[in-house]
């Protein structure tokens, strides 16, 4: 063989490897993490900061306001000590009142734990069981009937409660047709997955829950999104993640004209506050609500889910839909003329016949996400195939909730008269035609 040949197969050979190499780091780097949801994979770190490892094991978050007269002026006033957690006191300077940070009393257990015994037990754990992994992980327990007792207590803020026996079933059910373990109920009933896409995303994806809401003749038609969310772990591109610009960091400017954003009370309301309060620092925050709106809420089917949309998703959507997007197409180009754009949705919920995508933001009464969130429900929309009208945006904190139809805000009607939507209150608006942001 002559040597011209020889080398050019050996340098063949040289770059197969060197590109076998590269796609093996790669597949490590966005590797694909199937977790149980158990002590271990949660792990809450204890707080040590009294001294008293290993039984100051309470976490509440620093208070805000006094709660018997909202007053904001107030002054730390010393601790109450406890068998399992020390609590820090205040004193308020308008009605001279002691409180502390956390709304619910005459607990002998502090609030992470008895939040984590719920999270267990709508997963799926028996009350034995859940008392063991919270054993395993505080080292402290309650018997059985005292989780029992919580249980009850709190079953109308844990709405899940009355599917947990179907979705029991479910489980039991898919675990004997793979021939796995009953101890794997948890991972059979909740799909999580670590994403590395910049930073670490943890996609929960509750597949009971999912199948059960979609036996329901309003939602008979998200088959669709059942069908995307069942391929996250399997078939996200990761590196669009790493390559794509950021939805929530993208300036974009819709038009507001016909449309309006509602505000209310919603249950999401009541659930960040409870599950806040024993939360003591605020970049815990977004997990904690995720871990509890998935195992507890009965409408909360997914988080932290990625979603993307092209260029010729947008070009698809203003031409043929006849969308209102953008005008100029060219700021979200990279250099290579393509546009690729990412993101993270909260919450995903389907309710009432729609699918609501939720985004929490501390101090929501202060944040208008409508760009970011109106890019979800297209991106969403995109990829599962799904009309726009089916689906609904909302913020929220502990205090505020706000929601409106991403359709209104990029479809707009012409040649029509003026109008006014009336809700089941009673009240009535009418719909805006100026380009400004209409809230009720």
Known sequence: MPNFIKNFLQKIS??????????????????????????????????TSAGNAGCNIGLEKA????????????????????????????????????????FIK???FPMNLVIEGLNYYNLGFGLEETCKMLHQKFNASPEASTLGNWIEKYSELCKFSRLRPYAVKWAQRELRDKAQSADNIGAAMVETTSMAHRQIYRFRYHRAKMKILLEDYKHRNFGPLKEYLDAVSSETPHQYFQDGLRISEIKTKFDKAQMIIRSKHNYANELAKFVLQAVKENKFRHEALQRFFIANDSVTI??????????????????????KITEDLKKFENKDGKILM?????????????????DFKPNAGKEKPIEQLTWYALALS????????EFKCGWFDDKDYFEFYPL??????????????RFKSGDSVEIPERNEIKMI
């Open 302 to 323: 997914a988080s932290e889910v990625p979603v993307y949309i092209k260029k010729e998703d947008i070009e698809h959507m203003q031409n043929q839909l006849n969308f």
């Open 382 to 389: 995109r990829l599962t195939g799904l009309r726009l009208y």
């Open 63 to 102: 208070a805000s306001f006094c709660p018997y007269c909202s007053s904001k002026e107030f002054v730390k006033r010393g601790t109450r000590k406890k068998t399992l957690e020390i609590v820090q006191l205040y004193l308020c300077r308008n009605c001279n009142r002691t409180f502390t940070s956390q």
């Open 14 to 47: 040289e770059k197969t490897a060197a590109f076998r190499i590269t796609i093996s780091r790669e597949i490590a780097r966005f590797s694909k993490t199937r977790e149980i949801l158990t002590p271990q994979s949660d792990e809450i770190p204890r707080d």
């Open 106 to 108: 005459g607990r002998h």
């Open 342 to 358: 990412t993101g993270h949705i909260d919450l995903i919920q389907v309710r009432n016949g729609m699918i609501h995508l939720l």
């Open 408 to 421: 209104h805000v990029v479809y707009k009607m012409k040649d029509r008269k003026k109008r006014k939507i």
